[in-house]
């Protein structure tokens, strides 16, 4: 209770200290809402400036795909090993305690399954805000397909989830897809990842490609790489590695990770590049090292 008579005299003040004057250390990220920065904070190391996300959304539109059968024995134990977790509701509501007390970036659109095989849709909403303010998310992942008929629909769902973000303090990770038939090429990342940055999104994720220092530079917000299909191990790390030297600011991975020989190795070796300057060379020996102790 408030209260005027026997109180501590207020005398440290400070008087000729200036306030600490601190650069925000996302990119892109300097002039955003407290709301938003708070979030970005606890997705991305504050001395690194990286993330290692786990994306395990793969079901959405694959079924139980391998390694992830059982979503509720594999997801938990990664957990201490990434700094963000990246799935569907369904998912986090049921096979992810609250308890992991990890940042989650909920996939916000679904897409049409493999059965179609086919970016001709364009996806729609699979979780709106309210769903993202339910779930405490730090992030709202929207698929795009640039290039494909699913272009228009996709950019769509990226700006209305932008402007829901933008209202709630949270930001939007926009994820380039890529179809099977679709070029992987330094041109074409080049516009996708510069699209979606220019249409809101505050992270992007994309595919490494040659020329990927340039794809970096020219992209106003983070990007981080998907690791798309299972490599052996080593080259995986070499990937990530050479993404985080021409500029990216982490990983968004995950058939590398949950499918590795030992995924929880893999991850602290995924780690080992993102945040602490491991060469690929390094982060492989620790990841031989380890495994399957
Ligand atoms: C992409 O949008 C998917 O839903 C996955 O999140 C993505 O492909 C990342 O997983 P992976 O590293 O297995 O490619």
Known sequence: ????????????????????????????????????????????????????????????????????????????????????????????????????????????????????DDMSDGGGVAADIDNAVALDACALAVQTFIGAPGERRSLELLARTVDAGQRCGIPVLGVVAVGKDMERSEKFFLLATRLLAENGANVVKSYYCDGFER??????????????????????LTMAYRAIAEGAHGVDMGRNIFQADDPMVMAQAVGKVVHESYTDVRAYEFYLDNKGR
Not at 23 to 47: C, I, T
Not at 66 to 83: F, H, M, Q, T
Not at 218 to 230: D, F, L, S, T, Y
């Open 215 to 236: 794809v970096t530079a020219a992209c106003p917000v983070p990007i981080v790489i998907a690791g798309g299909k299972k490599l052996p191990e080593g080259e995986a």
């Open 1 to 116: 209770m408030a209260d005027n008579d026997g109180n501590v005299t207020s005398k440290d003040f400070g008087v000729g200290i200036a306030p600490p004057t601190a650069v925000f250390p996302v990119k892109g990220a300097q002039h955003l809402d407290w709301g938003m920065q708070h979030r970005l904070a606890a997705m991305f190391d504050a001395s690194s400036g990286n993330t290692v996300m786990l994306a395990f959304d793969h079901g959405y539109i694959m079924g139980p795909t391998s390694g992830l059968e059982r979503l509720d024995l594999v997801i938990p134990p990664l957990a201490p090993y990434v700094n963000v977790l990246m799935g569907t509701r369904g998912a986090f509501r049921t096979c992810v305690p609250p308890t992991v007390n990890k940042p989650i970036c909920l996939r916000a659109t679904y897409d049409a399954s493999v059965l179609f």
